[in-house]
């Protein structure tokens, strides 16, 4: 079965640098779009960042000139690189995969920046 496994999430200071990964099994991996999504503590989840299958990418506003999504096909791979992080950074990021109808979730990891 499709498994979607977020991990390098942790606690760092503002201004600091994380780097996720999303590591995916059970799929075409090069065939599927990848985000990333967070959710804020006590707020709706929210699209932090797409990389279609073709390479392209787009972010949401608030992270754009400081998050990179990257996707490695060889190894099944998507990560996302968030630099110059703001508090307001902090929450679960989850690792989603669509193409067509078909739609897979990670169990998300753990990212907290702190002031």
């Known amino acids: 079965q499709v498994q979607l496994v977020e991990s390098g999430g942790g606690l760092v200071q503002a201004g600091g640098s994380l780097r996720l990964s999303c590591a995916a099994s059970?799929?075409?991996?090069?065939?599927?779009?990848m985000d990333w999504y967070r959710q804020p503590p006590g707020k709706q989840r929210e699209l932090v960042a797409t990389?279609?299958?073709?390479?392209?990418?787009n972010y949401a506003e608030s992270v754009r000139g400081r998050f990179i999504i990257s996707r490695d096909n060889a190894k099944n791979t998507v990560t996302l690189q968030m630099n110059s992080l703001k508090p307001e950074d902090t929450g679960v990021y989850s690792c989603?995969?669509?193409?067509?109808?078909?739609?897979?979730w990670g169990r998300g990891t753990q990212v907290t920046v702190s002031s």
């Open positions: 059970g799929m075409t991996f090069r065939m599927f779009a």
């Open positions: 990389i279609y299958s073709s390479g392209t990418t």
């Open positions: 989603h995969a669509y193409r067509l109808s078909n739609n897979y």
